[in-house]
C-alpha cells in the first residue's frame, strides 16, 4: 500500500512536470512566435493593407438569447466599428424576453424577404428584419435552438465570403474586424482566423468601447485575467506557431463561409462548438486533401465580461471541460492519427492527455499528497518537490504569460496592474488552481451523463455611462435555462 | 537531495527571472515611449509646419541630430503615410537626405525588418530609391517581395509594373483581392501591359484571375475583347474573372461569348455569367435568363433575378415571383428591396 502510494505520487510529480513543463515550451515557443509577430504588424501596415485591397466584405454573425438589456447597445458599438464593408447579422434564438422588440425600435427595422444563400439545419426562422437607418443591418428571428444553432442560422443568411461569429455581448475593438481579416489576405488557403478574448471586468467602458483598461478588483476575475494570458499569449500563440491551433473561441472569431457551410457549420449538439467547429475543419480540409490553413492572432481583441460569483464560475468551467470531452470524443479518430499532421499527432494528444484527463490526475494527486503526508509514508523531499513543482512551476507559467503581455501589448499600463498581476500568479496557486481542477473534473462527470445544458451566468453588463466603472445590473436572469452565448463558450481551454 | 534543492533553486530563479524581465521591460519601454513623445511633441508641429510651407526642408534636415535621426524618420514616416501629392513631396524632400540611418535594415537578416525599412523608403525616398526597392522584388522572402511590389505599385511608378508582373506567381498565395487591388493601384497607365499578361496563356491562371480583377477595377474599356476571348476553354476561376471583367467593360458583342456559359456545371460559372448577362445583354436574354432561374443554387436564383431587374424584364421579374421557393423570394428581394 505505502509502496504503492509512493509510486503513484513519483508518478505524479512526473505529470506535473511534463504538463507544466510543456507549457513552459509552448511559452518559450510564444516568446520567440510573439516577437516576430508584433514585427510583421509593423511590416505590413494594416490600415496601408486594407486601403489597398478595399478590405474583404465580412458579416458578423451574433447570436443573441435574452439579451433585451445589452442587445441595443452591444449593436450601436458594432455599427461603429471602423471597417468598409461589413454586415450584422443579429439571431434571436427565440428569446423570451423583449430582445427583438427592442431591436425593432432602437433600429427602426422592417421585416423583409430575404434569400438564404445556404441551407445548414437549423431551428425555423420565423422573420427577417432590415434597418431602414443601417443597411448593413439584419436581423433574424428563430425558435430556440442554442448558440450554435443560432450561428448557422445567421451565417445561412450572411452574404459575405467571411464571417465573424461573436458573442452579444462582447465589446470588439474598434480596429479588430481589420485586424482579424488579415491572414486572409496574407493567404488566401486562410479557412478560419481567432483573435484574443481579453477580459473587461474593472475596465471602464464607455459608448461600446473599453477606454481605460484596468485589473479587475475581484480576486476571482483578476484569476481569470491571468488564465486568459496564459492561455491566449502563451499556449495559442504557441500552438499557432506550429500549426496545431484547436480552439478558436466563440466570443471572437473569423471563418471563411463557403468552407464552413461545406463542413456543415456549427454542432448543436456540442456545448463546445466553438472547438468542435475547428477541429472538424482540421479534419474537413485533411481528408479532402485541400490547402488550409487554421490561424490564431493576438492582436485583434474583443473584450468580456468574466464571471465574478464562484457558482458561475464552476458552471462555466464545467460546460468548457464538458465540451472538451465531446470533443475528444467525437473526433477520437484523429488522436495520434498521422494523417491529421500536428493537429492529430501533437495536438489533439495533449489536449487529452493534459487537458481532459488533467483534472483526474491533477486531483488525485492532491489527494494522495494529503494521504501520504496524514499517514506519515511523505518524506521531507517528497514534500517540497510536490509543493515546489506544483507551485513554483505553474507559477512560473503565469509570470511567463505577464513577460509576454509586456514584450506586446502591454494593455495593462499601471505599474501597480503589473505588480499585482505578478503577486496574482503566486496567490492562484493557493486554491484557486485546485478549485480550477473540481469543476473540470465535474465537468467530465457531466459530460458522461450527457448533459447538453449551458448553465447560467448573472450577467453585470459591460455597456455603462460614460466614465463610470462596470455597471452592476443584473442583465439576466440566473434562472435562464438555456443561455447560448454566456461569456466565452470555450474559454482558454489550457490551464 | 542536493539534486532536489538545485531543482527548486532553478525553479525559483525562473519565477525571478521572469519577474525581472517584465520589470525591466517595463522600464524599457517607459523609458523609450516617454523619448519618442518627447520627440514627437518637438518634431510633428514643425513637420506640419513644414506641410504648410513654414519652414525649408533642407534646413529643417539639417537641424536633426544624430542621435535622433531614426525616430525622426519614424515621425515623418507616419505622417507621410497619410499625405498624397504635394504635401508627401515636401516631407520627402526633408526626410530623403535622412534615410541613410534606415539603410542597415535594408540589410538585415530579418524578412520583417527589411520590409518594414522597404515601406519606409518607398514612401520617404526619392525617384532613385525605385531601383534600390525593385532589387528587392527578387528577395528570399515572400513578404519582403510582397512590400516590395506594393511599393512600387503606385501612381507615377508605371515603369515597374512589367517587373512585378514577372513575379506575380511568386504572390499565389496571397488572397487575389489583395493582389488585384495592389495591381490596380499603380493606374490606368498599367492597363496595357496588364492585358498583355492577361492574354498569354503561358502566364500562371492565378496571377491571370488577379489581373482581370485588377483590369476590373480600373474599368479598362479596352480589356473587354481580351477578356471574352479568354474565356472558351480556360479555367473555371479564370472564366469567372473574366466574366467579372466583362460585367463591368463588356458590350454587347461580347453576349454571345457569355451566354452558353449560363448552363456551366459550375454555380460560380453560372451565376457569373447571368449577372454579365444581366449588364450587357439584350431584351431577348431576359427569356434565357427567366428560362435557366430554376437552379438549385440560391446564388444563381439571386443573380437571376437581379439580372432580370438590370436588363428592365419587369414582366419576367414579375413572373418569378409566382414560381415560389428561392426564386420568388429573391424576385420580391429585388423588386422591393426585400419588403415583405
Request: glycine share 8%; charged share 20%; hydrophobic share 45%.
Amino acid at each position: 500500500m505505502t509502496s504503492a502510494l509512493t509510486a503513484f505520487n513519483i508518478f505524479i510529480i512526473i505529470y506535473f512536470v511534463v504538463l507544466n513543463g510543456t507549457y513552459l515550451l509552448l511559452s518559450f515557443t510564444a516568446f520567440r512566435s510573439l516577437r516576430r509577430y508584433m514585427d510583421r504588424l509593423d511590416s505590413l501596415q494594416i490600415d496601408d493593407l486594407l486601403a489597398s485591397s478595399g478590405g474583404l466584405p465580412i458579416s458578423l454573425v451574433v447570436p443573441a438569447f435574452n439579451e433585451s438589456a445589452s442587445i441595443v447597445p452591444s449593436v450601436r458599438s458594432l455599427l461603429t466599428l471602423t471597417y468598409a464593408d461589413y454586415e450584422i447579422v443579429v439571431v434571436n434564438d427565440g428569446s423570451n424576453d423583449d430582445t427583438l422588440r427592442s431591436l425593432i425600435d432602437a433600429f427602426d427595422l422592417e421585416e423583409v424577404t430575404r434569400v438564404p444563400t445556404s441551407s445548414i439545419p437549423c431551428a425555423p426562422v420565423s422573420a427577417v428584419y432590415h434597418g431602414v437607418r443601417h443597411q448593413n443591418l439584419t436581423v433574424i428571428d428563430k425558435a430556440n435552438g442554442g448558440k450554435a444553432d443560432a450561428l448557422n442560422a445567421g451565417l445561412n443568411y450572411s452574404r459575405s465570403a467571411l464571417f465573424c461569429a461573436m458573442d452579444a455581448d462582447t465589446i470588439l475593438e474598434p480596429d479588430a474586424l481589420a485586424r482579424v481579416v488579415r491572414p486572409f489576405l496574407e493567404d488566401g488557403s486562410t479557412v478560419a482566423v481567432g483573435g484574443i478574448v481579453r477580459i473587461a471586468n474593472g475596465c471602464r467602458v464607455s459608448g461600446g468601447s473599453v477606454e481605460d483598461i484596468r485589473l479587475p478588483r475581484n480576486m476571482l476575475a483578476r484569476f481569470q485575467v491571468l488564465e486568459y494570458l496564459r492561455a491566449f499569449l502563451a499556449a495559442r500563440v504557441g500552438w499557432n506557431s506550429i500549426g496545431g491551433t484547436l480552439i478558436i473561441s466563440g466570443a471572437f472569431g473569423a471563418f471563411r463561409r463557403s468552407v464552413v457551410a461545406e463542413a456543415g457549420g456549427f454542432d448543436p449538439d456540442t456545448v463546445g462548438e466553438d472547438m468542435e467547429l475547428i477541429v472538424r475543419l482540421h479534419r474537413h480540409c485533411r481528408d479532402r486533401g485541400t490547402p488550409y490553413r487554421i490561424e490564431f492572432i493576438p492582436d485583434p481583441v474583443a473584450w468580456t465580461e468574466a464571471p465574478e460569483r464562484v457558482a458561475e464560475l464552476g458552471r462555466q468551467r464545467d460546460r468548457w471541460q464538458r465540451g472538451l470531452a465531446q470533443v475528444m470524443v467525437r473526433h477520437r479518430k484523429m488522436i495520434a492519427n498521422p494523417k491529421y499532421g500536428v493537429p492529430g499527432l501533437v495536438a489533439l494528444p495533449h489536449y487529452l492527455l493534459f487537458e481532459t484527463l488533467g483534472p483526474i490526475v491533477e486531483l488525485l494527486g492532491y489527494f494522495a499528497f494529503a494521504l501520504a503526508v496524514v499517514i506519515g509514508v511523505a518524506s521531507f523531499g517528497y514534500i517540497v518537490a510536490f509543493l515546489a513543482v506544483a507551485v513554483f512551476l505553474g507559477s512560473a507559467l503565469s509570470v511567463a504569460a505577464v513577460a509576454l503581455e509586456e514584450i506586446s501589448f502591454r494593455r495593462y499600463r499601471r505599474s501597480r496592474d503589473l505588480l499585482t498581476l505578478l503577486g496574482t500568479a503566486l496567490i492562484e496557486n493557493f486554491g484557486y488552481r485546485q478549485l480550477s481542477s473540481w469543476w473540470r473534473l465535474r465537468g467530465l462527470v457531466s459530460a458522461a451523463r450527457g448533459d447538453l445544458e449551458w448553465g447560467a451566468m448573472e450577467r453585470r453588463g459591460l455597456e455603462v455611462t460614460s466614465g463610470g466603472p462596470i455597471s452592476h445590473e443584473a442583465a439576466k436572469s440566473p434562472e435562464a435555462i438555456r443561455l447560448p452565448n454566456a461569456g466565452v463558450s470555450s474559454g482558454p481551454g489550457e490551464q | 537531495m542536493t539534486g532536489l534543492a538545485v531543482a527548486i533553486a532553478g525553479l525559483a530563479a525562473l519565477n525571478l527571472l521572469f519577474a525581472g524581465l517584465v520589470l525591466v521591460l517595463r522600464v524599457l519601454h517607459g523609458r523609450r515611449a516617454s523619448r519618442r513623445d518627447r520627440r514627437s511633441e518637438q518634431w510633428q508641429p514643425l513637420l506640419i509646419g513644414l506641410i504648410s510651407g513654414d519652414s525649408d526642408p533642407a534646413a529643417l534636415a539639417d537641424d536633426v541630430d544624430s542621435a535622433e535621426q531614426r525616430d525622426v524618420i519614424e515621425i515623418a514616416w507616419s505622417i507621410a503615410r497619410r499625405l498624397r501629392g504635394a504635401d508627401r513631396e515636401r516631407i520627402r524632400a526633408f526626410a530623403a537626405p535622412l534615410l541613410d540611418v534606415v539603410a542597415p535594415d535594408l540589410a538585415s537578416g530579418r524578412p520583417e525588418t527589411r520590409a518594414r525599412a522597404l515601406q519606409i523608403v518607398s514612401c520617404l525616398g526619392d525617384t532613385d530609391g525605385e531601383a534600390t526597392i525593385s532589387t528587392f522584388l527578387d528577395d528570399s522572402s515572400p513578404l519582403v517581395s510582397l512590400v516590395a511590389a506594393r511599393a512600387l505599385c503606385q501612381p507615377q511608378r508605371e515603369r515597374w509594373i512589367g517587373e512585378v508582373l514577372l513575379r506575380l506567381d511568386r504572390y499565389s498565395s496571397w488572397s487575389v483581392a489583395l493582389l488585384s487591388s495592389m495591381l490596380a493601384g499603380v493606374g490606368i497607365g498599367a492597363a496595357a501591359s496588364m492585358r498583355t499578361y492577361l492574354a498569354d496563356a503561358r502566364n500562371p491562371v492565378g496571377g491571370r484571375v488577379a489581373v482581370a480583377r485588377a483590369l476590373g477595377l480600373l474599368r479598362d474599356p479596352e480589356a473587354s475583347d481580351v477578356a471574352a476571348a479568354q474565356i472558351p476553354g480556360a479555367d473555371p476561376n479564370l472564366i469567372a474573372a473574366c466574366l467579372r471583367l466583362l460585367s463591368v467593360v463588356g458590350r454587347a458583342k461580347h453576349a454571345a461569348a457569355v451566354r452558353p456559359l449560363i448552363e456551366d456545371e459550375r454555380f460560380f460559372v453560372r451565376s457569373a455569367a447571368i449577372t454579365t448577362l444581366g449588364r450587357i445583354g439584350s431584351r431577348e436574354d431576359a427569356r434565357l435568363i427567366f428560362e435557366m432561374a430554376d437552379d438549385e443554387s440560391p446564388w444563381v436564383a439571386i443573380r437571376s433575378a437581379q439580372a432580370l431587374a438590370d436588363l428592365h424584364a419587369s414582366d419576367e421579374l414579375a413572373l418569378l415571383t409566382e414560381r415560389g421557393g428561392l426564386l420568388r423570394d429573391a424576385a420580391i428581394e429585388t423588386l422591393y428591396g426585400g419588403a415583405a
